[in-house]
């Protein structure tokens, strides 16, 4: 499986950012996607995940609330929509995919490049 972010960026305090993750490959063996980041000097952490075939989703407790994690199964995409920003959630947001759930940054069987936020005023 090859996943593949884009939309990143900068943006100001209490603004938006849509992340998109593609999905091409070997996906009908994929059970869930996520969206982990790593701020500078810190460990990675994980975000927000969803099911690749059902609607349950996942997150983290700072970003629950302000946070959505989606899919199009039709396109091969989960996005991720960023409301309410905050200089804390800069960072590098990594899509990965995974034959299981884990709610964790690590173990994770597919990673794709990352995309860079930037929250600064």
């Known amino acids: 499986v090859q996943l593949q972010a884009s939309g990143g960026g900068l943006v100001q305090p209490g603004g938006s950012l849509r992340l998109s993750c593609e999905l091409s490959?070997?996906?009908?063996?994929?059970?869930?996607v996520a969206w982990i980041r790593r701020a500078p000097e810190k460990e990675r952490e994980f975000v927000a995940a969803?099911?690749?075939?059902?609607?349950?989703?996942y997150y983290t407790n700072s970003v629950r609330g302000r946070f959505t994690v989606s899919r199009d199964n039709a396109k091969n995409t989960v996005d991720l929509q960023m409301n309410d920003l905050r200089p804390e959630d800069t960072g590098i947001y990594y899509c990965?995919?995974?034959?299981?759930?884990?709610?964790?940054?690590?173990?994770?069987?597919?990673w794709g490049q990352g995309t860079q936020v930037t929250v600064s005023s």
């Open positions: 969803t099911l690749w075939n059902r609607d349950d989703t």
């Open positions: 490959g070997e996906i009908f063996g994929l059970f869930a």
């Open positions: 990965a995919g995974g034959r299981n759930l884990v709610t964790n940054a690590y173990n994770w069987d597919y």
